[in-house]
């Protein structure tokens, strides 16, 4: 069962202020927003490609990691509802 939580949700919010925190530091850096016009379709496509082949070299690695820990396959228990 699921703990009882009020809304706004507070995961929600740490995702809220991480992808504000994001934006300000990219704006900082690189002096654009994502509203951005220099970018054609292929190249945002190339760019979000690039990102997903990070979040997999990412999670392999925590894979990994969990594997030789002997934590690999373990689900967690359930409780009866």
Do not use: N
Not at 11 to 20: D, G, I, M, N, P
Not at 33 to 44: A, E, F, G, H, N
């Amino acid at each position: 069962m699921l703990p009882s939580v009020s809304l706004p949700c507070p995961v929600v919010e740490r995702v809220r202020a991480e992808l504000l925190r994001r934006a300000e530091r990219g704006f900082a850096t690189y002096g654009v927003t994502m509203l951005r016009d220099d970018l054609s379709l292929q190249d945002w496509l190339q760019q979000a490609k690039e990102e997903a082949l990070d979040l997999a070299v990412y999670l392999e690695r925590i894979l990994m990691k969990l594997e030789s820990d002997g934590q690999a396959h373990q689900a967690p228990r359930q409780t009866p509802s």
